[in-house]
Antibody, heavy 122, light 109 residues
Framework: QVTLRESGPALVKPTQTLTLTCNFS??????????VSWIRQPPGKALEWLAR???????YYSTSLRTRLTISRDTSKNQVVLTMTNMDPADTATYYC??????????????WGQGTLVTVSS | EIVLTQSPGTLSLSPGERATLSCRAS???????LHWYQQKPGQAPRLLIY???RRANGIPDRFSGSGSGTDFTLTISSLEPEDFAVYYC??????????FGQGTKVEIK
């Protein structure tokens, strides 16, 4: 059974760094084709893909946010961590982590966490 | 960068009707790189269709996907009450690696 759960602060101040953790179970991030992605969704708006880390530790980032994002993993703990620097009120959103399968088809997110709402406000 | 444009923004239909949702890419892309998700209020998205036409595990066969090149379609053959939701298409590319469309809301008429 695959599960993912996001954790992190619900409130951050502008200019601070956000650190989110995704704890997952039911799969190994060292198995070929397994990846974990972060996706966010501002209230009432569309989904926005942020970053992905792959089974071979390759990392990919949103073009518009790449200077602010870092994704990493701890395979011994089944954790993926996303940091986002210089937070702004426009970064207020629900942040999801998702298992991403990358096989013969393009990466697709087949299991999702429940999401964590992060509000940026002073 | 491939931009995905979904239409219509909102689709108002009754249960039992057929829903046809469009996702248009700004340039030709492989159908293997186009996926569809469903999102209900307060819930995480759910993968429905991958590779433009393959149903994900557990997805009812009233959901189908088609298309190629720049035009892709998600069809719900007969709407069930639980199908009223927002639907997103997603593409995979090189830069940026992934993008989503802006979504189509299917609401009860």
């Amino acid at each position: 059974q695959v599960t993912l759960r996001e954790s992190g602060p619900a409130l951050v101040k502008p200019t601070q760094t956000l650190t989110l953790t995704c704890n997952f179970s039911g799969f190994s991030l060292t198995t070929r084709a397994m990846c974990v992605s972060w996706i966010r969704q501002p209230p009432g708006k569309a989904l926005e893909w942020l970053a992905r880390i792959d089974w071979d530790d390759d990392k990919y980032y949103s073009t518009s946010l790449r200077t602010r994002l870092t994704i990493s993993r701890d395979t011994s703990k089944n954790q993926v961590v996303l940091t986002m620097t210089n937070m702004d009120p426009a970064d207020t959103a629900t942040y999801y982590c998702a298992r991403t399968i990358y096989d013969d088809y393009a990466p697709r997110h087949d299991y999702w966490g429940q999401g964590t709402l992060v509000t940026v406000s002073s | 960068e491939i931009v995905l444009t979904q239409s219509p923004g909102t689709l108002s239909l009754s249960p039992g009707e057929r829903a046809t949702l469009s996702c248009r890419a700004s340039q030709t892309m492989s159908s293997r790189y186009l996926h569809w998700y469903q999102q209900k209020p307060g819930q995480a998205p759910r993968l429905l269709i991958y590779g433009a036409s393959r149903r994900a595990n557990g997805i009812p066969d009233r959901f189908s996907g088609s298309g190629s090149g720049t035009d892709f379609t998600l069809t719900i053959s007969s709407l069930e009450p639980e199908d009223f939701a927002v639907y997103y298409c997603q593409q995979y590319g090189s830069s940026p690696p992934q993008t989503f469309g802006q979504g189509t809301k299917v609401e009860i008429k």
